[in-house]
């Protein structure tokens, strides 16, 4: 019950429009009751001629009403008939149209704003969540799982209200003609209840385990997607393809078990009515044939008993529904409960512009607390205007290091400061715009030339785009576009050479013109021209800037002004080229392995 009220939290800021929704369902519930309850005895007056007789008494309005139709002729009855059964129909299905339009609404603003906050929530989410969760899940979370709570809200509640509205009208009938028989008949619902229940607690279960498998399906489409050219290069299509297809099948055998489980709902509902309908034939029947009840009341109320059978059924499959969308929730809830370990301080300050140096002082680092230790007691100052670059083999924590000033990451302990102000005090917003970044792995989006390299600039004139362009050696293939700058390059890029992306992302961080710039190895995909080219152009971004350079290849570092040779978390080397050839052993080996091969 709790996981069900925390997931009708969904429908906060719409209350107003789902209550306005419930009353109009609850108006052409009660016209449809109505026809039922007015029609068949009516129906009995003109054409039997005789009284309509209730063997108990009534409340007040409802003897009027009976004794305004026994005394009436059958003639005008049947005159009257048609013209209050269209008048009912039409009055029916005005409210039905117009609740099933606004629970409509409602769950399709549920579905809007849920989607919305999941995804500002990853957003907002700090890196290491990322490296933890798989793309393809998260993916999962924010159109599958988002989808079941839709459902849920647009066909579950509506469901729910409607449904247990009906019910309680059409037991009111029965009980005002016969409280007894309808009494006993109602003692027998905890046996259909129980079975019903349990199917529910069966059913969020193995929905959970089908969210989870369609997460697993997610995350394989869009890892071999995305490598579709590293397949097709090994001629793994035949495994890719078996892969897939054992993870489809077992997702297959979750949802026939979930099949199975909802088409029981039916023969039990229906069983449970069979039984109610023989129990009215045989105890209420004999009261017709003894001239105490009419005929056509006792059809009103064998069809109010019988018409509890539909709505049952329906809440059967209404609380299949509910268990698979607080399932769902559940997943959902996980990314909007998760707080990010890398946070803004309520009360932090905007950082001025860097004038001095960057100091990272006895900092440590661990992704996880009681997980190895990638950074150890780094101790290190990045003065303004200098080219420092970071060396070191593979998963020394070269890349780790320079997470931490733009605050990726926090350091597990010590501290890192700009100008001695700790950069926990600092905004985001005022310490990232100081920072631009180059990845070793480009990173652009389907989207136009222009807009790739104006990312986060988008005001930027067309002539500064293609200035910074020109800077970084990319506008001369640009231009030989079909469209030029308003090309379209595809998924990551896809319609470029590895070249020409590391080209556009070089010219996206030019345009940002930061007093800081961090390049990730940002030359490693260029041919030699353009390395060449490329690296003058940097050298000329160096100037009144700071640069932190993560180098695999030693032939981009030989002008830097410090260079920091990273081996197992901690710092072995610190200088120029020259002086860490004689006093670095590391760095001399890694220089050697790459100049006399």
């Known amino acids: 019950m709790q996981n069900y009220l925390k997931m009708l939290k969904f429908l906060k800021g719409h209350r107003k429009l789902f209550g306005v929704a419930v009353g109009t369902m609850m108006i052409a519930s009660f016209f449809e009751s109505f026809q039922l309850s007015l029609m068949v005895p009516m129906t009995d007056r003109m054409f039997n001629n005789k009284k309509i007789v209730i063997p108990n008494e009534l409340p007040a309005f409802v003897e009027n009403l009976i004794d305004t139709l026994n005394n009436t002729d059958p003639q005008t009855l049947f005159k009257l008939f048609p013209i209050l059964f269209i008048v009912m129909l039409l009055a029916k299905h005005f409210f039905s149209f117009w609740y099933q339009y606004l629970m409509n609404d409602v769950s399709q603003r549920v579905l809007r704003d849920v989607r919305n906050k999941v995804y500002t929530k990853i957003q907002n989410l700090s890196l290491d969540y990322f490296s933890k969760k798989r793309t393809g899940e998260l993916i999962s979370r924010i159109t599958n799982d988002v989808g079941i709570i839709e459902n849920a809200i647009s066909y579950g509640l509506t469901d729910l209200f409607r449904q247990s509205c009906m019910i309680f009208i059409y037991v009111g009938i029965a009980f005002m003609i016969n409280p007894k028989a309808a009494l006993i008949i109602f003692m027998i619902g905890p046996f259909v209840g129980f079975p019903l229940s349990r199917i529910g607690k069966k059913l969020r279960k193995i929905s959970k385990q089908a969210q989870e498998k369609v997460a697993d399906i997610n995350s394989l489409l869009l890892e071999t997607i995305a490598g579709i050219q590293l397949i097709k290069a090994f001629r793994t299509e035949n495994y890719e393809i078996e892969r897939f297809g054992k993870n489809n099948h077992d997702y297959y055998k979750l949802r026939m078990k979930a099949s199975k489980r909802i088409l029981l709902i039916s023969p039990i509902t229906e069983i449970f009515g069979g039984i109610c309908g023989i129990a009215i034939i045989l105890w209420v029947g004999r009261t017709v044939m003894e001239g105490n009840l009419s005929f056509g009341v006792f059809i009103l109320f064998f069809g109010s008993i019988m018409s509890i059978i539909s709505p049952v059924k329906k809440l059967g499959n209404v609380n299949a529904l509910i268990q698979q969308a607080i399932s769902a929730s559940e997943r959902v809830y996980d990314i909007l409960d998760t707080q990010p370990t890398v946070k803004e301080k309520d009360d932090a300050i905007a950082l001025p512009e860097m004038q001095k140096s960057i100091c990272i002082k006895d900092v440590a680092f661990s992704y996880e607390a009681g997980s190895e230790v990638i950074l150890k007691k780094i101790n290190l100052e990045i003065k303004k205007g200098e080219l420092v670059a970071i060396v070191g083999p593979t998963g020394t924590g070269k890349t780790t290091l320079a997470n931490l000033i733009p605050r990726f990451y926090d350091p597990s302990s010590g501290q890192v400061t700009m100008d001695g102000i700790d950069l926990k005090k600092g905004t985001f917003e005022s310490l990232r715009k100081q920072i631009g970044i180059v990845t070793q792995e480009t990173i652009l989006f389907n989207d136009t030339v222009r807009n790739n390299i104006a990312y986060g600039h988008n005001e930027a004139e067309q002539s500064i785009i293609e200035e910074a362009a020109r800077k970084a050696f990319a506008h001369r293939f640009i231009v030989k576009m079909p469209e030029g700058y308003n090309t379209m390059i595809g998924d990551r890029g896809f319609r470029l050479s590895g070249g020409e992306k590391q080209r556009m992302a070089i010219a996206r961080a030019i345009l940002r013109n930061p007093p800081i710039l961090i390049?990730?190895?940002?030359?490693?995909?260029?041919?030699?021209?353009?390395?060449?080219?490329?690296?003058?152009?940097?050298?000329?971004?160096?100037?009144?800037?700071?640069?932190?350079?993560?180098?695999?290849?030693?032939?981009?570092?030989?002008?830097?002004?410090?260079?920091?040779?990273?081996?197992?978390?901690?710092?072995?080397?610190?200088?120029?080229?020259?002086?860490?050839?004689?006093?670095?052993?590391?760095?001399?080996?890694?220089?050697?392995?790459?100049?006399?091969?």
């Not at 030359?523 to 700071?546: G, I, N, P, Y």
């Open 519 to 597: 390049l990730d190895e940002a030359t490693s995909q260029l041919d030699s021209e353009s390395e060449k080219f490329v690296q003058e152009a940097v050298d000329k971004l160096m100037q009144d800037r700071t640069v932190i350079a993560i180098a695999h290849r030693l032939s981009t570092v030989k002008k830097a002004d410090k260079i920091v040779v990273l081996d197992h978390g901690k710092i072995v080397g610190l200088g120029r080229h020259e002086e860490l050839l004689n006093t670095c052993p590391l760095y001399k080996r890694l220089h050697d392995m790459q100049f006399q091969m």
